[in-house]
């Protein structure tokens, strides 16, 4: 799984007109799953998602999580993230995972963050969607999973 996080003060997304998710102070999470993503992985995203310290203290340094903070999650199916741009100039998604599939892992790791107790809003799966944020630093990350040599999911 591909997640690109951006610490946002707002963030919202659109739908036909409607608005479909809106959150304040918290992480936009624009979600990517490859062919060999399972739960595990959506799992294990989640938690560092809800856990990374990227948000500031008191001393203005970045020591505290989303949990720490109560923020909100607006996540957003974003199968462009699995991209492949090596060849030619037109982007093959072979490494994007079917739709079901995506859909699936996508909504199950939606229910892994709320289950962590971060409120999560949400996009529309495959839907042309609108997407408004204000990016707070600007702080944005790429977490990608993968096995580590004991076959547990780990960050790349």
Do not use: W
């Amino acid at each position: 799984m591909k997640a690109l996080i951006q610490r946002v003060k707002y963030a919202k997304v659109t739908v036909g007109g409607q608005v479909t998710g809106s959150i304040g102070q918290g992480l936009l999470i624009l979600l990517g799953v490859m062919p060999e993503d399972d739960e595990k992985f959506a799992d294990y995203l989640a938690d560092r998602c809800a856990g990374l310290r990227i948000f500031e203290d008191e001393q203005g340094k970045m020591n505290r999580s989303l949990l720490d903070i109560g923020g909100a999650a607006l996540v957003v199916s974003q199968f462009t993230l699995c991209a492949d741009v090596s060849a030619g100039r037109r982007p093959s998604f072979s490494g994007a995972a079917h739709p079901e599939k995506a859909d699936a892992l996508y909504e199950y790791f939606k229910n892994a963050l709320e289950k962590l107790g971060v409120h999560t809003a949400s996009g529309v799966f495959a839907a042309d969607m609108l997407v408004e944020l204000g990016n707070d630093g600007p702080v944005t990350m790429m977490l990608e999973t993968t096995l580590n040599s004991a076959g547990k999911p780990a960050l790349k």
